[in-house]
């Protein structure tokens, strides 16, 4: 599921216009992972003006024209019951925020300062299932969250109502597999838009 995963992360920002670049092709299974290969996405916002606030810790589709760049962590847990316990049970679930990993994203965005900014404006954003719904574990999870160091969170049910919201049922997607079976399913009322009724709330 990795895959469709960040195809759908992907899509999301590329829709919003980000430049996205995806780390790498492959999944990592036999052996621990590099510190480059924790990060799954970084993106960049080629019309980025300097902006008076940093976005929301729960980030929505609004906020984005207030992100310059970003590395991006996708956990794709959809089978999982998201909680606080889920996050605190798992030794390796923040592992994409130790400092090796810190240093490898400055790497990458080690590019001509005059250009685009100073290196330390990207932020840190995971990309999850979604937040439990009733307190205290709504709010606890957020803390934890924010206490490991993330920047933003958010959740695959808001990016996947922007696609939708954005697919065309008149456009021929054919360059794009993921945007043509939207709009197939969108074509045919299998989704609906902006509430998508073939996507559970989280």
């Known amino acids: 599921m990795a895959g469709i995963d960040e195809t759908i992360v992907r899509e999301y920002f590329e829709l919003n216009?980000?430049?996205?670049?995806?780390?790498?092709?492959?999944?990592?299974?036999s052996r621990a992972?590099?510190?480059?290969?924790?990060?799954?996405?970084i993106v960049i916002n080629p019309g980025y003006r300097e902006q008076t606030?940093?976005?929301?810790?729960m980030l929505f589709s609004n906020e984005l024209p207030l992100i310059q760049r970003a590395v991006v962590f996708v956990k794709g847990w959809h089978s999982q019951k998201f909680t606080p316990a889920?996050?605190?049970?798992?030794?390796?679930i923040f592992k994409f925020l130790e400092k090796d990993v810190y240093k490898r994203a400055e790497e990458l965005f080690a590019i001509e300062k005059d250009q685009i900014g100073e290196i330390d404006n990207f932020i840190k954003i995971l990309v999850l299932p979604g937040l439990p719904t009733h307190e205290p574990h709504k709010?606890?999870?957020?803390?934890?969250l924010q206490d490991v160091?993330?920047?933003a969170i958010i959740s695959f049910r808001s990016m996947l109502q922007d696609i939708m919201s954005k697919v065309e049922i008149n456009h021929n997607y054919s360059k794009d597999d993921f945007l043509q079976t939207?709009?197939?399913?969108?074509?045919y009322d299998m989704v609906k838009?902006?509430?998508?009724?073939?996507?559970?709330k989280s």
Not at 53 to 57: A, G, I, M
Not at 86 to 92: E, K, M, Q, V, W
Not at 193 to 200: A, E, G
Request: aromatic fraction near 8%; avoid cysteine.
């Open 17 to 29: 216009g980000f430049l996205v670049r995806q780390m790498r092709k492959y999944q990592v299974q």
């Open 53 to 57: 606030r940093r976005p929301n810790f």
């Open 182 to 187: 939207l709009r197939i399913l969108k074509n």
């Open 33 to 41: 992972k590099r510190s480059e290969e924790e990060i799954d996405l």
């Open 86 to 92: 889920t996050l605190r049970g798992s030794a390796d």
């Open 139 to 144: 709010s606890e999870s957020i803390k934890l």
């Open 149 to 151: 160091g993330l920047d």
């Open 193 to 200: 838009s902006p509430q998508m009724d073939l996507f559970n």
